[in-house]
């Protein structure tokens, strides 16, 4: 399950974070978790509640905003239908994945005293 190594990197930077702003705890905690990213959503909230013991996000709510995979073309920029074939249906170049591969903090609180 790497899910629990990338919890513990999260719950590192969040720290890390929290420490700079002299924080005495962390409230909530929001990632981007994009469909392709090979992170499977329910073990990483299971991973958090492991590991958030003893840290400043020991009570801080997790939310997760799920980003479906979307490509694009290289060439020139048109999007791909979902389900398309992986050849730009405008000029026939190779596409790309625009979207969906991203696994991102997009905001934490913090309590600060």
Known sequence: ????SIVQALLE????E???HEAS???????AVGDAAG??????RAAFELARSGTLAERAELTM???PESWRCRSCGA???AGGRLCCPACGGAVELAAGDELLLERMELEVT
């Open 1 to 4: 399950m790497h899910e629990y």
């Open 13 to 16: 930077r969040v720290d890390v």
């Open 18 to 20: 929290a420490r700079c």
């Open 25 to 31: 705890a962390v409230t909530s905690i929001a990632l």
């Open 39 to 44: 992170i499977e959503p329910e073990l990483l």
């Open 65 to 67: 905003r799920l980003v």
């Open 79 to 81: 999007p791909l239908p």
